[in-house]
């Protein structure tokens, strides 16, 4: 980011917590896309990951007089979404699958359109996992949270935490063979 | 093809490609994020006119007051609290003037940090502060006057005072088999201990630990588990599938089939031969003539469910053919021709009795005159065989035999 666009950032940032709505739409307009995609990521459908971007985005709204300024303003609404996304599903009951691991070939593989694996692809890869499996793997392995940190998130065991970014591995193993 | 070497390459690959991806957000997600936003946060002024902290003590002790909101999963989280020591029996708080917050749910909580009184509860309480609130009405005084002279505090010594936080990890887990179940679907749903079940305000079960819920309708349920001690509850969304094929577009054999909900993506098969993966429609060129099935088994729906759609395609080309034929220039019948349309391809053969070739075209419009070859000597009155070989389009090729007769007049 260039410097006046930091400081262009800056300003959209004090104008914000000073209540400015329109410096907030700014913001929105800015970040939406980013923000709407890592929802995608934690929520099992488009419905939900809207309902996540708006409880997100009021969130920022209402807190963003606390931005220090010390890190990147990013990074600090990603965990605000990221948090907001694990609440929700939190609030659906996360139940962990201890099940077998299912063996079967993804019935919907983008592996047989080949190609390239793009984001989209890849994203969609990630979604199929079951919900236990698929909050840990995007929490450690996506948005760098350690296990003490999503154990402390999910309310789980640490162990829990491990097993399920273990099994997450395997399944996506499974489902990549061909890529190996 | 990249080849991953190990799971690793596909994480980084994966984290390389999130970063910083975006996707277009609903377009109406800002609506309500605007209009849940114009009016939170701010400074909550004059806390004593929402917060009326004139406490009547009859035991003295240490007074905590704790502003805070609850946090994002559900616990309440101190913004701010300070301890005043309360000497005399009745007193008023001296609240601060003013505290900042950022949230629409500030909770102001007073509690006594004496641990003897006789309900947990009692020596608590909160309220919502609504910040930007102009014209607040004032609060109730704040139930603190406990009386603790006619309890027997010595019961409750050691109990520490509950938290919300000490709360909310306390209800025993209710799980249930899906969240999200189809019409006609049974849900288990299983508590880790024996309780009642309700569904709203009706009993369902009782003493039991597990209730296996009919889902007959499309709706959200909630199911109350109760214990002696506590209430928990789960609530089922259950849903039915609508949905169906939409033949979007359809020319020259091109045709284009699509899901009657834009959300939905399945896999799709055409005569039971897999077609397409994954898409929420598809492109095909139909041309065999007769009747084709196009199945969508949708994938992205709790409901998941096969659909059907039968296309019956009409013939195209037309094969017509008559026996007989006078030579003549009578107008009638003066050469023989089939009649034949929309075809791929067309070869005539005429043999007489004899089966020696007499004529042969690929061209349906040049007809025999009744002579070999249409240059040669006059063929006699009598029996001809004439051999036919087309392919209509979208048809399979035909061999057809006629048998015609020649008349000369």
Same mark, same amino acid.
């Given at each position: 980011?260039?410097?006046? /666009?930091?400081?262009? /950032?800056?300003?959209?940032?004090?104008?914000?917590s000073n209540g400015d709505h329109n410096a907030f739409k700014k913001i929105y307009d800015i970040h939406s896309g980013t923000m709407y995609s890592i929802c995608l990521r934690y929520m099992t459908n488009e419905d939900e990951a809207k309902d996540a971007l708006q409880e997100g985005f009021i969130k920022v709204f209402n807190s963003i =007089?606390?931005?220090?300024?010390? =890190?990147?303003?990013? =990074?600090?609404?990603?965990?605000?979404?990221?948090?907001?996304?694990? /609440?929700?599903?939190?609030k659906r009951k996360l139940h962990f699958d201890v099940? /077998?691991?299912?063996?079967n070939e993804l019935p919907l593989t983008s592996r047989i359109e080949t190609g390239k694996l793009d984001a989209e692809k890849m994203m969609r890869l990630v979604q199929q996992l079951p919900l236990g499996y698929r909050t840990v793997f995007n929490m450690f392995v996506i948005d760098g949270y350690s296990h003490k940190e999503i154990s402390d998130y999910l309310n789980i065991n640490e162990n829990t935490s491990k097993s399920q970014l273990f099994k997450a591995r395997k399944q996506l193993q499974i489902w990549l063979k061909d890529w190996f | 093809m990249p080849k991953f070497n190990d799971i690793s390459d596909f994480e980084n690959l994966l984290k390389e490609q999130m970063s910083g991806h975006s996707a277009p957000p609903p377009v109406d997600a800002w609506t309500a994020i605007s209009s849940s936003t114009a009016q939170a946060g701010g400074i909550i002024s004059s806390l004593s006119t929402y917060f009326n902290a004139s406490v009547t003590l009859v035991k003295t002790g240490l007074i905590i007051v704790s502003i805070g909101t609850i946090s994002t999963v559900g616990y309440f989280q101190t913004i701010n609290s300070f301890e005043i020591p309360q000497t005399k029996e009745e007193n008023t708080l001296s609240l601060p003037e003013s505290i900042t917050t950022d949230s629409q749910s500030t909770f102001v909580t007073i509690e006594l940090a004496d641990n003897t009184i006789k309900s947990p509860n009692e020596n608590r309480t909160s309220r919502r502060?609504?910040?930007?609130?102009t014209n607040p009405s004032r609060s109730a005084s704040v139930p603190l006057t406990v009386d603790t002279s006619s309890s027997t505090p010595q019961n409750y010594t050691n109990q520490p005072i509950k938290t919300l936080e000490n709360k909310s990890s306390t209800p025993p887990r209710i799980t249930a088999s899906n969240y999200n179940p189809c019409v006609g679907e049974t849900v288990v749903l299983k508590a880790s201990e024996k309780g009642d079940w309700f569904l709203n305000e009706t009993k369902v079960a009782s003493n039991t630990a597990a209730y296996n819920a009919q889902c007959r309708d499309?709706? #959200? *349920?909630? *199911? *109350? @588990?109760? #214990?002696?001690?506590? #209430?928990?509850?789960?609530?089922?969304? %259950?849903?039915e599938f609508n949905g169906q094929i939409i033949k979007t577009q359809a020319e020259n054999g091109h045709y284009s089939f699509s899901l009657s909900n834009q959300n939905l993506i399945a896999n799709w098969f055409i005569n039971n031969k897999l077609y397409s993966t994954n898409a929420p429609f598809i492109n095909v060129?139909?041309? #065999? %003539?007769?009747?084709?099935?196009?199945?969508? %088994?949708?994938i992205n729906h709790p409901c998941s469910?096969?659909?059907? @759609?039968? %296309?019956?395609?009409?013939?195209?080309?037309? @094969?017509?053919?008559?026996?007989? @034929?006078?030579v003549g220039n009578d107008g009638l019948n003066d050469t023989y021709k089939v009649n034949i349309s929309g075809y791929d391809n067309f070869s005539i053969q005429i043999f007489n009795s004899n089966s020696n070739l007499v004529f042969s075209t690929l061209d349906p419009e040049e007809g025999w005159d009744g002579r070999i070859n249409n240059i040669g000597i006059e063929c006699p009155q009598g029996e001809y065989f004439a051999r036919v070989s087309y392919k209509l389009k979208g048809e399979l090729p035909q061999i057809k035999n006629i048998k015609l007769t020649l008349l000369r007049p």
């Open positions: 980011m260039s410097p006046s /666009e930091s400081h262009d /950032e800056i300003s959209l940032i004090k104008a914000c =007089g606390k931005f220090q300024f010390t =890190g990147s303003f990013e =990074g600090w609404m990603k965990r605000i979404f990221v948090n907001t996304s694990i /609440e929700q599903i939190r099940s /077998e691991l299912n063996t | 502060v609504d910040s930007k609130k499309i709706g #959200t *349920y909630t *199911y *109350y @588990f109760k #214990t002696a001690e506590i #209430t928990t509850r789960t609530s089922l969304t %259950v849903t060129t139909l041309e #065999t %003539v007769g009747k084709h099935q196009i199945k969508a %088994v949708v469910k096969t659909l059907t @759609f039968d %296309v019956q395609l009409a013939p195209i080309g037309h @094969f017509e053919a008559i026996n007989i @034929f006078t």
